[in-house]
């Protein structure tokens, strides 16, 4: 079974903090992205990777940065955290093949005061 | 950029009963995937559409992809608790590795 999984499923963090949010996936797959989650909008692709220190950004990467140094880890950094970027954020892996399923690992409910 | 709209946001159904969520692309697509996130849960892969018309079917839920491959229907008959969660299309342009994923459909059913 492919599995993605993330670093914490709740974090509570400051304004103004730097916020670090994990992800592994164990099948060796070429890609991986973040997204977040909220209600009415669906899933907004932030940033993706196709291969390490690879990275391109999807459709709202303001306010965040990420880091590919190992093909099995894709980290999701937030420079300073501010209360707009409270939300469910989803990590996903696929294979390199344009017609792949995603594999999502089971979020991280991050709540910024 | 590409965006694509479902409707309905909401549904709530009387166990039985049938149910539609229409998946709308402002661009062409090269193929489309459903995914169905449980409450409380992660989106989980359910099927993938990539020809104009196509048609498929799992047990009691029917995928149609459109003649323009801009619009996509996911159908279920005969409704179960079972089937409660959020729907989600997800369109892919060319030969991108990357999906633009609708905004879902909630699904509530009650007996």
Redesign the interface.
Known sequence: DVKVTQSSRYLVKRTGEKVFLECVQDMDHE?M?W?RQDP??????IY?S?DVKMK?K??IPEGYSVSREKKERFSLILESASTNQTSMY?C?S?S?T??????????TRLTVL | GQQVMQIPQYQHVQEGEDFTTYCNSSTTLSNIQWYKQRPGGHPVFLIQLVKSGEVKKQKRLTFQFGEAKKNSSLHITATQTTDVGTYFCAGRTGTASKLTFGTGTRLQVTL
Not at chain 1, 40 to 45: C, N
Not at chain 1, 98 to 107: D, L, N, R, Y
């Open positions: 890609n992205f997204y009415g909008l669906g899933l907004r692709l993706f196709y391109e999807g459709d989803l996903a696929s390199l344009g017609w792949a399923e995603q594999f999502f690992g089971p979020g």
